[in-house]
């Protein structure tokens, strides 16, 4: 069977990483690197054994490329991958989807007309801690996500929102399979241009409550999510990829209460802190899978696996989509606070239903 033909267009700090891993996989011939810049172009396409052009136009044919990777920044997403997409090449484009949920649409509808795959790539899907956690998480009631790093000067197109916390409204969204209610945001720029650091809470129909915190302007680095339900608390740690389960125990749910243990004379309280967790509330740590690809490389691998099987990828256009509604939300409501006063929550009408990822 030949090799799948692939090109990567926009070889920068990320792109670069793409056209390498690509170059690297089994069943993929990497034909082209499409970079404007000729220097960072020509320096990607001789590590990677491939040609370099300075006009990704050339490659807009299924006579020259069966997929391409799109990799250039926000605000030419829906021009380049939408090209790509008139021309019924697959395509795997970088989160988030576009600059806007106008060009989102457009993008997934193109998508649609043309038969393609769009696949977008919100990496945290193939986190291996989140990929253990997601099956703890049944039904959960509160979401608590925190992702904070240093300021990187990249993606200055774009504000924190779609930076970084479009990472958890994916994953959020991946997890809640209700509608979306409201949306309750305040945020603050500080280096210029954009947000820089953004709270947002999100209220579905079933009775959810997801908090977001995302800030590019932090000194320390955290990628962390915790989820609430009847059946207990799931911790996950991205960045340390490690991932705890706390249950109430058999002893809790059918021996004497603790408070009643704690009541009876001579009763060791110390004791009984040291047994609040083992004894009454059980901690499971799952195994975590990180001997495998990394996650870029597990994406890269689905997208190449997808094109040449068929198959649904994690996240395809419409749940791309579905992010970027709820992004657009955050920001019209983060527009709107007025840190003088109470602002009201913004409530989309064009709310649609999350889904679960196939």
């Not at 056209?19 to 320096?43: F, H, W, Y």
């Not at 977008?120 to 990929?131: M, S």
């Not at 049944?138 to 779609?162: L, N």
């Not at 198959?311 to 606070?337: F, N, R, T, W, Y």
């Amino acid at each position: 069977m030949p090799r799948l033909r692939l090109a990567v267009v926009g070889v920068g700090a990320l792109g670069r990483h793409h056209a390498r891993i690509l170059s690297e996989l089994p069943d993929v011939e990497l034909v082209a690197v499409a970079d404007s810049r000729s220097e960072q172009g020509e320096e990607i396409a001789a590590k990677c054994r491939t040609r370099w052009v300075a006009d990704y136009r050339e490659l807009l044919s299924r006579d020259v490329i069966d997929a391409v990777s799109v990799v250039v920044p926000t605000v030419a997403h829906r021009a380049v991958a939408g090209a790509f997409l008139e021309a019924g090449i697959p395509v795997l484009v970088e989160k988030p989807l576009a600059a806007n949920v106008t060009h989102a649409r457009e993008l997934v509808r193109l998508a649609s007309r043309q038969g393609t795959l769009l696949q977008v790539g919100h990496i945290e899907r193939f986190n291996p801690a989140f990929q253990a956690a997601a099956p703890l998480i049944v039904e959960p009631k509160y979401i608590r996500a925190e992702r904070t790093s240093g300021y990187t000067f990249r993606s200055t197109d774009i504000g924190v929102v779609h930076d970084l916390m479009i990472h958890d409204i994916d994953l959020v969204l991946s997890l809640v399979r209700s509608l979306l209610r409201s949306v309750e945001a305040f945020g603050t720029t500080v280096m210029g241009g954009h947000e820089d650091v953004a709270q947002a809470r999100l209220r579905f129909e079933n009775g959810c409550v997801a908090d977001l915190t995302a800030s590019r302007i932090s000194p320390t680095a955290v990628r962390s999510l915790q989820a609430w339900s009847a059946s207990g608390c799931v911790t996950c740690d991205m960045h340390t990829r490690e991932v705890k389960r706390f249950a109430p125990s058999d002893a809790l749910k059918f021996g004497p209460a603790p408070l009643d243990l704690a009541r009876q004379p001579g009763a060791d309280i110390e004791q009984l802190k040291k047994d609040v967790f083992g004894r009454f509330v059980s901690v499971e740590s799952p195994t975590i899978n990180a001997s495998g690809p990394d996650a870029l490389t597990q994406e890269l691998i689905e997208f190449v696996d997808c094109v040449s099987h068929g198959g649904s990828p994690h996240v395809d256009g419409e749940q791309a989509l579905q992010a970027m509604i709820v992004a657009d939300a955050v920001l019209q409501s983060l527009a709107a606070h007025d840190w003088n006063r109470l602002s009201s929550s913004i409530s989309p009408a064009f709310a649609e239903p999350a889904r679960r990822a196939a």
